[in-house]
């Protein structure tokens, strides 16, 4: 490989290539401490001394630039005493952010931070709550594990209060007559959230879910197509007694063509694995054949250069033998100037 050649694999790699290859960037030993603060914004603990003298150690050499460790430290604390903000607890609570552990010093502003996390987590289950009844899901019975974990991170917290909250406010938003239509006319089983967290609404919402099951749901079409996908009879229709025969007759039919279409697809299936069987038989066969007329034709190729080499000696055993003939009868000087002459070819 030339020089040019060299020079354009370089140019054309990928830039973590070249970097490991060529070591680290000016670029890197420019922002040394900037990478600190950047690690500490983001919830991250900073490189240990040993570490960063490992990371940096060529900057000198290459670039006659040195970072120094005290330095990238207090750019690291610039960026922890923003990311451990009151502030930013409650922001990081909100989303229920567990990177806390770099804030847990000094105490004094552990404890604000704590306070103003604890705030932001009581919002963050509050919503989780309200989604979960906003959707029609059940309540969470695992709500202990997550106050285990915060006690991990010496929060102690407890979400169940919140979470319940939430779940009541949207509750009330769920349970509602268009929410029910809604809910039964996709089929979902009523966890009977209503019934329990918004019991005076509980009716207007039963209303929409049965008028959505008849409606959208409880049909022909749709009971053939569960039918058709595998799915058992949907027990949601089964309140419509009046009808039930009759979804239960197109459910069957559904599940009948799905019979149906399978053992037809077995039955290619079988037909193609034959065809492919014989094709592969075919194949071997042909190649046999090829092999069976390579050889025939090898041999007559053999052949025929034995007869032509059999042809060539006899005309020269008749030639040896015509050419005494002629030296005893005094022809031989005439032989030998007709031999010498050349015979034009085609």
């Known amino acids: ?32 401490y900037q990478s600190g603060e950047q690690l500490s ?6 490189l240990s001394k040993t570490d960063f003298h490992t990371e940096y150690k060529d900057c000198k050499s290459k670039y006659h630039i040195t970072p120094h460790y005290s330095n990238y430290i ?6 922890r005493t923003e990311y451990c903000s009151p502030q930013s607890a409650t922001t990081l609570g909100k989303a229920n952010n567990l990177k806390i552990s770099i804030c847990d010093y000094p105490s004094s502003h552990w404890s604000a931070f704590k306070k103003a996390y604890k705030q932001g987590l009581k919002t963050y289950w509050a919503q989780q709550g309200k989604n979960d009844s906003t959707q029609g899901l059940n309540t969470r019975t695992n709500l ?54 918004a019991p005076t609404q509980n009716a207007r919402f039963l209303s929409g879910y049965r008028k959505g099951l008849k409606t959208n749901y409880c049909i022909a079409p749709v009971v053939f197509k569960q039918g058709l996908d595998g799915h058992v009879f949907p027990t949601v229709c089964n309140r419509f007694y009046n009808q039930k025969a009759v ?5 069957t039919k559904g599940n009948n063509t799905r019979t149906q279409i399978e053992q037809a697809q077995n039955q290619l299936n079988a037909v193609n694995k034959a065809a492919t069987s014989i094709s592969n038989q ?39 033998q015509y050419t ?10 005439g032989l030998e100037l007709v031999a010498s002459i050349s015979i034009p070819r085609d």
């Open 74 to 79: 207090k750019y690291w604390e610039n960026g």
């Open 1 to 32: 490989m030339n020089l040019q050649s060299i020079k354009y694999l370089c140019l054309s790699s990928a830039s973590i290539l070249i970097l490991a290859s060529c070591g680290i960037s000016k670029n890197t030993c420019m922002n040394a």
């Open 144 to 197: 202990t594990s997550n106050q285990k974990q915060y006690a991990e991170y010496d929060v102690f917290f407890s979400p169940v209060p919140d979470y319940k909250t939430g779940y009541l406010q949207g509750a009330q938003i769920f349970c509602t007559y268009q929410s029910g239509f809604s809910y039964g006319s996709k089929g979902s089983i009523n966890h009977q959230i209503c019934k329990q967290y």
């Open 282 to 320: 075919l194949t071997a066969e042909q190649k046999i054949r090829d092999g069976y007329n390579s050889n025939i034709q090898s041999k007559q190729r053999y052949i025929t250069n034995l007869l032509a080499r059999y042809v060539v000696a006899m005309i020269l055993k008749d030639a040896q």
């Open 41 to 46: 914004i983001q919830g991250n603990n900073h």
């Open 247 to 251: 979804l239960m007759n197109e459910w």
């Open 324 to 333: 005494t003939d002629c030296r005893d009868s005094g022809t031989v000087a």
